[in-house]
């Protein structure tokens, strides 16, 4: 038995039902990143958040993005993120944090970002848009491996993700007899 193309009661296709799915998973994670206490569930949320994006992507038919998004944002930032947690802190965050006082100017800017981005989303045709934009992986290698421009800024995140390593030892180091 195969699937219709259009789900019968809904009316939109299976890859528009998959997109809401990701979509609400993302942002149910980025939800749960910024309103959790337990930062080592924060860090978890996030990486749902990132493999979410990593699905859209695919979703978008850019695979070879999807795929540099698991490797680099979950596979390496995230997991390096919580080691760097979990070596330096404690588990808990303190009972009032930072941004909580803040709340509602974070309120303020979350309306206006959001009635900005509602407008530019009515505002571009979409369907003009997808005709103009492919993502091709060929094409897109091509740019980024053949260029001289980009060669410094894959060295520039090279060495910043080198410094975050060092800077995430030197912090987890213990002194000898210091405190446990």
Do not use: H
């Not at 979509?23 to 309103?35: D, I, N, S, Y």
């Not at 492919?134 to 740019?143: G, I, P, Q």
């Amino acid at each position: 038995m195969t699937l219709p193309e259009t789900i019968p009661i809904l009316g939109f296709g299976w890859d528009d039902l998959l997109f809401m799915g990701l979509a609400a998973a993302m942002l149910g994670a980025a939800l749960l990143v910024v309103t959790m206490r337990d930062i080592i569930r924060c860090g978890l949320a996030m990486i749902v958040c990132f493999g979410a994006l990593a699905g859209i992507y695919v979703l978008m038919g850019a695979p070879l993005i999807g795929a540099a998004q698991v490797i680099v944002y979950i596979g390496a930032i995230s997991v390096l993120i919580l080691f760097a947690i979990m070596l330096t802190q404690t588990k808990d965050a303190p009972r009032v944090l930072v941004f909580q006082t803040q709340s509602a100017a974070a309120a303020v800017a979350s309306i206006i970002i959001a009635v900005v981005i509602a407008l530019a989303v009515t505002a571009t045709d979409w369907g003009e848009l997808s005709r103009r934009l492919r993502l091709d992986t060929n094409v897109l290698s091509a740019e980024l491996f053949t260029d001289p421009g980009n060669l410094l800024p894959f060295e520039v995140i090279g060495v910043l993700l080198l410094a975050a390593v060092i800077g995430g030892v030197f912090l987890a180091k213990r002194e000898p007899g210091g405190p446990p």
